[in-house]
């Protein structure tokens, strides 16, 4: 068997950072900043009106109590429900303006942004209700077959993935923002953004 000239190539190849075939690098798409709208929470987290609760019957038969008893959860459904759009329409308009004032200052929002900064917003919202009610009502209830997991649990976690996209998207968190860039130019007697 011959034996060739060349070197073998290594096992592990090194990385190198930065841009070392000084290839162009685009910059993107570039949207001019707007001062976003506010939304009306009220069409995201409509008024739900809880009917009179249901009263019970006087000596009803088992029926009549199985029928009564489909009434109360239903109505419980629905004072939740009221409950949660309340809590929901306060905490979102209170994210909002914690959020954007910042946001279109250090990243230059759009109007392409907002659907994306609204369901942000409903979407810390609707966490912060899955932790208020985990805490009201505690992680292990009562199932079918005895104690289970609070199926609020899943629908937290759910919701908890899905803020952490949100905040990379919109550059909330240290590690993000650095791979947001400020918009340019801005007012020429501004010293600085907190100024």
Known sequence: MAVSGRKPKPAL???REGNPGHRPVREGVKVPPVELVEPDWAELFPVVKVPAKPRAPRGADDEELREYRREVDAWQRV?????????SRAVAAREWARVVPVLQVAAGL???DRSTTVDYCVCVAR????????SAEGLITMGQR???RNPLTTVATQYRTQLKAYIGELGLSPSSRGRIAPPEGGDPDDDGVFD
Do not use: I, M
């Open 13 to 15: 190849e090194v990385v």
């Open 79 to 87: 004072k939740l429900a009221s409950e949660a759009a309340d809590f």
């Open 110 to 112: 759009s109007a392409v």
């Open 127 to 134: 966490l912060e209700w899955c932790e208020r009610r985990l």
């Open 146 to 148: 005895g104690p289970c």
